[in-house]
């Protein structure tokens, strides 16, 4: 019922209440339209004698009764002519904004209709309007003209403008309904989806949906859907009740940030789901839940979609349907069924066989069978050797297997037919750096690999070479299906999961054997690729020892860049490409010609000082010689190219101080610095590079007899993720003179960066998590991987460390992944021996607190 107010003071107090009350109270839609009858009230009230000659009505969530704590309350002022209803218009404002209702308003006449009939934004606006006060004659009037303008051409135009935005808005906030921190209102599977389908359904049927009920919008609309037989009882239920769920965190989102605030960030997810579950894993839970109503809103969407669409365009007459089976038929691009027996899990995988075949889509009423069927008690009973043949035949597919898969997953039948994937539907990977669910993760890997089918580089030749990509497709299905188990065991166990599933499928030894390899080393790769010296002898021989065949690497390649294509878009980028294609490039020619490490690099690093001493007047064959003999690393031919190398015996002949050189790559700019060694010098040149903001991805170090070093830098600016600007150039190279020569006090500088950094870091930095420090052996090194949620600075403090506790460090390679960093450091200590193992223990503390001082 309305509420009574009196005073401003009154209104504000009663919308306080509300508020807290919506805290205790998880029913969204009751605290909206509480809230937007209390705001309409006030409205009123205030206006009461005032002679209003327009209609006023509410637009928006205002008009829906949806209203969330801080959206904006939108007016609509609808006149038949402007002219005159200035003063009027005025005059209302300026007393709502005088009595703490801050509106926002549009000013509409008659005429606006036919003008903004191709601006899709502000029509649909027209759609959603509740008179509030003034002339109904004026209100019904302009509805009347609303419905009036709607010609079968105006709706068709719509409906695809409709349509387009949805990709328009899908392309810039996510296309799944599984985007770990997601935009509730304009993510796939949000608040908008929701809407969107309102608009299509008040478009199609010429039908508004302002009842003068007190119901909010979306239950007036899920009634109307059943009454005209969209959908099923049980569909429109499961529909109603995701859309209140994702009101619900809409609401609260708004009451924990005190403003609009529409994404859905990990901090936020902790704060809701407490007030959900009052268990330790309640944000596990939750949002399980959250994904689950989003991902059903979502697949809603697509169908009503699509309903309409097919009611647009001309329709294929039945004499074109196509009968697949005593059981299906396509017609077109639409598979049905063709009779009324009892609906199986075998059914179901026959259909989807046909669907990834044809690259068909369902009807509605197959799709609907399909989802109730799923959702029957007995259906995990019903599993047989029939489903597994043509769930087989359904990764034997041509193409078309990664949206197969999808499909099942988002109508329920692939944790029907797999009840071991069921636990990674939904499941967080919060504190890494994925941006998507385990499943959509998981189904994602084989979407993106299938793409490599159209993709020339070497990554699509091995692809489009596999004779059986099946095994390339379980192992990708399965490569995480452990994670809801153990993360940090995942691999292990996921390999036994796999061999159990693929037995029970009724697959050989061998395959089993070849997916319960990949799977165990899903991650060994991109370990070796990212954390490891590349051009190390022994590196490349533990890594080629892993494999018994070419064919073994080549689908472990596929499935490193399909895991990590899949993980989040920033991940791939061409430095990790280059890594990985470098790592199978040398392990390919080392199985192929049966060579070993030390081999191999013999082989490619043959030295012609001619070809560099060319590259530069005041250099001569003999000191190019010299150069190369006094640096104990193979690993510097191959990183440098002859130009580069030339210059840099240039600079060290020239007696430069300190030689900076700066080259940008694709993603990055290659930071070269050619100076004389000190204990602590690659500290301090990270420390510069953090006080001009340059993040570090990746670091070699080379030590020439005479005590030079050349130490080449990855580096790109943390706030843009892009290459460094040419412009802050001069004032790197002016800091690293100044800190090798003692002019630049790094600490003071710090302390300088302090008040700025750490706003900085609160936008960049959210993650919190453990600090892992690990020691492995190696035959001239001892390597010490640091892994730690990442904060500036990071590399700066660890490396100064280090130095204190009397290491020096001769190789590093920094990988960051999203907010977390795994840095690998090949270290001596100061006699230039590797580390004792029973120093292991205070070094491990040292690092430890030191970064967890920083975090």
């Known amino acids: 019922m309305p509420v009574s107010i009196g005073t401003k003071k009154d209104f504000l107090k009663k919308r306080d209440l509300l508020f807290q009350e919506n805290f205790k109270n998880t029913d969204s839609l009751n605290f909206s339209m509480e809230y937007s009858l209390l705001v309409e009230d006030y409205i009123s009230l205030l206006t009461r004698n005032m002679k209003i000659s327009c209609a006023l009505a509410s637009a928006g969530s205002f008009s829906r009764r949806e209203l969330a704590p801080y959206s904006d309350i939108d007016l609509i002022f609808i006149t038949e002519s402007l002219i005159g209803n200035e003063n009027e218009i005025s005059d209302i404002l300026t007393l709502l904004w005088d009595n703490g209702i801050e509106v926002s308003h549009t000013i509409r006449d008659f005429g606006d209709i036919s003008k903004f ?10 759609f959603e309007t509740r008179l509030l006060l003034g002339s109904e004659k004026i209100y019904n009037k302009w509805n009347e003209l609303l419905l009036a303008s709607l010609t079968e051409n105006v709706q068709k135009n719509l409906l695809y403008d409709f349509i387009y935005d949805i990709d328009v808005r899908y392309a810039k906030y996510g296309t799944s309904p599984k985007t770990l921190e997601p935009n509730v209102k304009y993510s796939a599977g949000g ?131 196509i009968e697949l089976d005593e059981d299906f038929i396509l017609k077109g691009k639409t598979i049905s069924l063709n009779n009324t027996r009892e609906f199986t899990l075998s059914d179901m995988l026959r259909a989807f066989y046909y669907r990834g075949f044809n690259n068909a889509q369902f009807d509605e009423k197959l799709r609907t069978l399909i989802i109730e069927t799923v959702e029957r008690d007995d259906i995990y009973k019903q599993n047989s050797s029939s489903s597994s043949v043509f769930f087989r035949e359904i990764l034997k597919l041509p193409r078309n297997v990664g949206q197969t898969l999808s499909s099942m997953n988002e109508l329920g039948v692939l944790s029907a037919f797999m009840p071991e994937f069921k636990d990674l539907i939904g499941f967080l990977q919060h504190g890494v750096y994925h941006q998507y669910t385990a499943d959509e993760h998981t189904l994602m890997t084989i979407l993106n690999v299938e793409k490599l089918e159209k993709d020339y580089s070497i990554l699509g030749k091995i692809y489009n070479n596999l004779k059986n990509k099946e095994i390339l497709y379980l192992s990708l299905l399965f490569h995480d299906i452990a994670k809801p188990i153990n993360i940090s065991g995942h ?162 002949q020239k007696g430069v101080l300190v030689s900076v050189l700066f080259k940008e790559l694709n993603d990055f700019t290659n930071i070269t610095v050619i100076t004389k060694d000190f204990p602590s010098l690659l500290s301090k040149i990270c420390g510069v590079f953090s006080i001009n903001d340059a993040n570090i991805h990746d670091a070699k170090i080379f030590t020439r007899k005479d005590g030079i070093v050349i130490d080449s830098f990855n580096a790109s600016n943390f706030r843009t993720g892009r290459k460094i600007e040419p412009e802050r150039f001069i004032k790197i190279e002016e800091d690293l003179n100044s800190v090798v020569t003692g002019l630049l006090q790094l600490n003071q500088e710090f302390s300088k960066m302090r008040n700025r950094w750490w706003r900085i870091e609160n936008k960049f930095f959210k993650r919190t998590g453990k600090v892992k420090v690990v020691f492995e052996n190696h035959e001239k090194y001892t390597i010490i991987d640091v892994s730690s949620p990442d904060r500036l600075g990071f590399l700066y403090q660890v490396t100064s460390k280090m130095n204190e506790l009397g290491l020096s460090i001769y190789f590093a390679k920094i990988s960051t992944q999203g907010d977390d960093i795994v840095d690998s450091f090949y270290v001596l200590d100061r006699s230039g021996k590797k580390v004792s193992t029973n120093d292991y223990e205070l070094i491990k503390t040292e690092l430890t607190d030191t970064i967890t001082q920083l975090l």
């Open 191 to 321: 608040l908008r989806d929701f809407q969107v389908i309102e608009w299509m359904y008040i478009l199609k049927n010429r039908e508004l949906l302002n009842k003068q009920t007190e119901k909010v919008q979306s239950e007036i609309f899920v009634e109307m859907l059943l009454e005209k037989e969209y959908s099923t009882p049980n569909e429109c239920r499961r529909l109603f009740k995701s859309y209140k769920l994702l009101m619900s965190v809409r609401n609260l989102l708004h009451l924990i940030s005190n403003q609009k605030n529409d994404r859905f960030e990990f901090a936020a997810q902790q704060k809701i789901s407490s007030l959900f579950y009052n268990k330790k894993e309640a944000i596990s839970f939750f949002m399980r839940d959250y994904f689950n109503a989003a991902t059903i809103i979502n697949r809603f969407t697509k169908s009503i979609v699509k309903k309409f669409l097919e009611e647009i365009e001309n329709p294929l007459p039945d004499s074109l349907a």
């Open 491 to 652: 691999e292990i166990i996921g390999a036994e999961m796999a061999s159990s599933i693929m037995y029970r499928l009724g697959y050989s030894e061998e395959e089993i054997e070849k997916v319960s390899f990949l799977v165990r080393n899903h991650l060994f790769m991109e370990q070796v690729a990212f954390r490891r010296n590349l051009n190390d002898p022994e590196t490349l021989n533990n890594f080629t020892s892993k494999f018994s065949s070419i064919n073994a690497l080549d689908l472990l390649y596929l499935v490193t860049y399909a895991d990590l294509s899949a993980v989040n878009p920033v991940v791939w980028t061409s430095w990790k490409s280059d890594l990985l294609a470098e790592l199978y490039r040398k392990t390919s020619s080392m199985l192929k010609e049966q060579l070993s490490g030390e081999e191999l690099l013999m082989s490619i690093t043959y030295v012609i000082p001619k070809e560099i001493s060319k590259h530069s007047p005041i250099i001569s064959e003999s000191h190019v010689q010299e150069h190369i003999d006094s640096i104990n690393d193979i690993a510097y031919v191959h990183h440098f190219s002859d130009e580069e190398i030339a210059k840099h015996i240039e600079q060290i």
């Open 117 to 126: 009939l191709n601006d899709l934004h502000t029509f649909t606006q027209f």
